[in-house]
Nanobody, 129 residues
Framework: QVQLVESGGGSVQAGGSLRLSCAAPGYRYDTYCMGWFRQAPGKAREGIAVIDSDGDTAYAESMKDRFTISVDNAKNTLYLQMNSLKPEDTATYYC???????????????????????WGHGTQVTVSS
């Protein structure tokens, strides 16, 4: 069974940075799509960024200048580097994974997050002003 485990969340002041990690030790597919999502209290879950096994990425327009997604295939770990954090970035952050690449780069644009097969339990990020 595939498990995704997020880490790296915490409390930070506005303007600070955090790097989230998502370990996926049992996830080994030749083609894949992995992504980061977040959900703030009382709000719908929103997509942040995705990356596929070809190394191609796609971002939510509002976050592409501050957030960077990357993956270390040797470590089976997904990352999200978050810079210039704002109080409105406060949320629970989730990673997700799915097979294949053809659908990946459209996930955030069309809101197709249900296409992911596996989800982590989330890590909390709190940004204070």
């Amino acid at each position: 069974q595939v498990q995704l485990v997020e880490s790296g969340g915490g409390s930070v002041q506005a303007g600070g940075s955090l790097r989230l990690s998502c370990a996926a030790p049992g996830y080994r597919y030749d083609t894949y799509c992995m992504g980061w999502f977040r959900q703030a209290p009382g709000k719908a879950r929103e997509g942040i960024a995705v990356i596929d096994s070809d190394g191609d990425t796609a971002y939510a327009e509002s976050m592409k200048d501050r957030f960077t997604i990357s993956v270390d295939n040797a470590k089976n770990t997904l990352y999200l580097q978050m810079n210039s954090l704002k109080p409105e970035d406060t949320a629970t952050y989730y990673c997700a994974a799915g097979q294949g690449v053809g659908w990946c780069l459209d996930v955030i644009r069309v809101g197709a997050e249900a296409d992911f097969d596996y989800w982590g339990h989330g890590t909390q990020v709190t940004v204070s002003s």
